[in-house]
C-alpha cells in the first residue's frame, strides 16, 4: 500500500495554499477536501469562501473576486504543480507516534485507509448559524447574509443601508462596531435583556450614533427573494411579532471548529475545540502532524492569515521529512 510523503485534510485558502508549496517541493501532496453538506449550516469543500460573494481585501485582486472563483483558481494551481485531488472525507485519524517507522492512518469516507508520513489539517471552522432556511438560501446566493462582517461588509451593497448583526458575545459586538462605519443604522439583535460581552465592547458599539439594540427579539424569518429586504422578529417574551427593514444581515453567534473527527486522535485542542498550536509555527503536539488556517486560528479568521499558515504548515512539514530522511 502506497505511503504518502504528505496528506493535507481539508481545502479553502490553507489546504490550497499548503499544497502549492508541497507540491513544488516534490511532496507528492494529496489533497482530501470532502465534498458538500448542511449541517446544519452549509459545508463546502473550499471552505468558508464559498459563501463569500465578493472578497476584496485578498491582495492580487484590485477589483476584487468572487469567494468560489478565487477557490477555483486555488485548487488549479495546486493540481497545476501535481496535488492529487480526492473529493472524500477523512473521518477518523489514528496518528502514529513514529510516522516514519510506522505511518499515520487515515480513514476516508468511502471506508478505505489512507497511509501518510505527515498530515496537514486544515478543515477551518463552519459559522454557527441560525438554521432558517431562508438564512441559508440568502447566505448560499450572495442575498446579504453573512457569517462575517469584516469580510463582507464594507461591500457596496452594504453601505449606506440599515444592517442587522445576531448575537450578543464579544464577537458581535465587534462586528457590529465594525459595521458601524458603514451602515445608516446597526441593528444588534439579542434574544435577552441583557448582552453576554463585556462592558468595554458593549460601550464600544453603544457610543456609535447608528448603533441600536433590539432586545428580548429572535429571528423569526428572513425576508426577500434573491436579496434580504427585512426581518421578522419574535419577542421572546411576549411572543410579538415585529418586521424591520434591513439589506444585510450578519450572524456572529459564533464558530465550531471542524475538528470532530480528529476525537481520540491524541492532537491536543483547546478549550474550544481548535487544534493547540503552543509555538509560533504549524507543529501540533504529535510527530509529523501539522495544522493550519482556521482549525488553528479563532482570532483572525482571514483568507489571507490562512493561506499563510497553509505556506507555514507546508514548509514545516517539508523540513520534518528532511530532519527524518526522507527525499
Not at 483547546?270 to 504549524?282: P, R, T, V
Not at 479563532?298 to 521529512?321: F, I, P, S
Amino acid at each position: 500500500m502506497t505511503v504518502h510523503k504528505l496528506v493535507i485534510i481539508g481545502s479553502g485558502p490553507a489546504g490550497w495554499t499548503a499544497a502549492i508549496y508541497a507540491a513544488r517541493a516534490n511532496l507528492q501532496p494529496v489533497c482530501y477536501i470532502g465534498y458538500y453538506k448542511v449541517d446544519p449550516g452549509p459545508i463546502i469543500p473550499g471552505g468558508q469562501l464559498m459563501l463569500t460573494t465578493e472578497v476584496e481585501n485578498y491582495p492580487g485582486f484590485p477589483k476584487g473576486v468572487r469567494g468560489p472563483e478565487m477557490m477555483k483558481l486555488f485548487q488549479e494551481q495546486a493540481e497545476h504543480f501535481g496535488t492529487k485531488v480526492i473529493g472524500e472525507e477523512i473521518t477518523r485519524c489514528e496518528f502514529s507516534k513514529n510516522p516514519i517507522e510506522k505511518p499515520h492512518i487515515l480513514h476516508t469516507s468511502g471506508g478505505g485507509t489512507v497511509l501518510a508520513r505527515t498530515v496537514i489539517i486544515a478543515t477551518g471552522a463552519t459559522a454557527n448559524w441560525l438554521g432558517i432556511p431562508s438564512e441559508m438560501k440568502l447566505a448560499t446566493e450572495g442575498g446579504g447574509v453573512s457569517a462575517c462582517a469584516v469580510c463582507d461588509g464594507a461591500l457596496p451593497p452594504f453601505r449606506n443601508q440599515p444592517l442587522a448583526v445576531i448575537g450578543g458575545g464579544d464577537t458581535a459586538m465587534e462586528e457590529a462596531t465594525y459595521l458601524t462605519k458603514f451602515g445608516s443604522v446597526v441593528y444588534v439583535i439579542h434574544r435577552r435583556d441583557s448582552l453576554r460581552a463585556s462592558k468595554i465592547m458593549q460601550q464600544r458599539f453603544l457610543s456609535r450614533p447608528n448603533a441600536k439594540v433590539l432586545w428580548n427579539k429572535a429571528v423569526e424569518e428572513v425576508l426577500g427573494e434573491n436579496r434580504i429586504s427585512g426581518i421578522r422578529l419574535k419577542d421572546t417574551v411576549t411572543g410579538e411579532l415585529s418586521t424591520i427593514e434591513v439589506k444585510g444581515m450578519f450572524v456572529a453567534i459564533g464558530h465550531t471548529p471542524a475538528t470532530k473527527f480528529l476525537k481520540d486522535s491524541g492532537v491536543e485542542l483547546d478549550e474550544d475545540g481548535y487544534i493547540a498550536l503552543k509555538h509560533h509555527n504549524s507543529y501540533t503536539n504529535l510527530e509529523g502532524v501539522f495544522a493550519a488556517g482556521d482549525v488553528a486560528d479563532k482570532h483572525y479568521r482571514q483568507a489571507v492569515t490562512a493561506a499563510g499558515m497553509g505556506c507555514m504548515a507546508a514548509l514545516d512539514a517539508e523540513r520534518w521529512l528532511t530532519a527524518k530522511g526522507v527525499d
